[in-house]
């Protein structure tokens, strides 16, 4: 099965000239996320996680499920203001932006191998400040997961020095 090909591409969303990925149609097709799953969780093994951190909001969708898989403690990172105790925030920028994310301040124990999900890996902004959230907690490694990478926007090189692993490649 093509999981790129149940992706549909909106263009000039949410501002012009930007091209997105709504994953929907691949929410919408049990069999595709089915695939997708079975796929991610193959990759998501590999790295031994101890936590999962995924990023809102469509991070969630996968993080939430391999926790579930893998029998691991579940992380989210919010946008500012969704969190009801003590945070940790980190700002950074999007293609049509800018935004704030927060982590509890007790949301994992110390030196963990986490793994980080989202559903695509862009110029590597969002991921790169979940990464710092991350942080204060001393992990022992941190993986990185995307469904899709955006490779003309070039993220993995600013999360170089990260294990990357992502499914589709566009």
Not at 30 to 49: C, G, V
Not at 72 to 82: A, C, E, M, N
Not at 125 to 130: D, I, K, L, V
Not at 160 to 170: E, N, R, W
């Amino acid at each position: 099965m093509n999981i790129k090909d149940k992706i549909r591409i909106v263009l000039d969303f949410p501002t012009p000239g930007v091209q997105f990925y709504d994953i929907t149609t691949l929410l919408n097709d049990a069999e595709a996320f089915q695939e997708t799953t079975r796929r991610m969780l193959a990759l998501a093994e590999k790295h031994n996680p101890e936590v999962i951190v995924a990023l809102e909001s469509r991070g969630f969708f996968f993080g939430t499920v391999l926790a579930n898989l893998l029998k691991l403690p579940f992380v989210p990172v919010r946008k500012k203001g969704k969190l009801p105790f003590k945070t940790y925030q980190e700002a950074y920028f999007l293609e049509y932006g800018s935004a704030t994310m927060e982590i509890h301040v007790d949301a994992m124990p110390e030196n963990k191998r986490v793994l980080i999900v989202d559903d695509v890996l862009a110029t590597g902004g969002s991921m790169t400040s979940a990464v710092n959230l991350v942080s204060h907690f001393h992990p022992q490694s941190i993986s990185l997961l995307f469904l899709m990478e955006l490779e003309g926007l070039k993220g993995r090189k600013k999360l170089a020095k990260y294990s990357i692993d992502s499914l589709i490649t566009v």
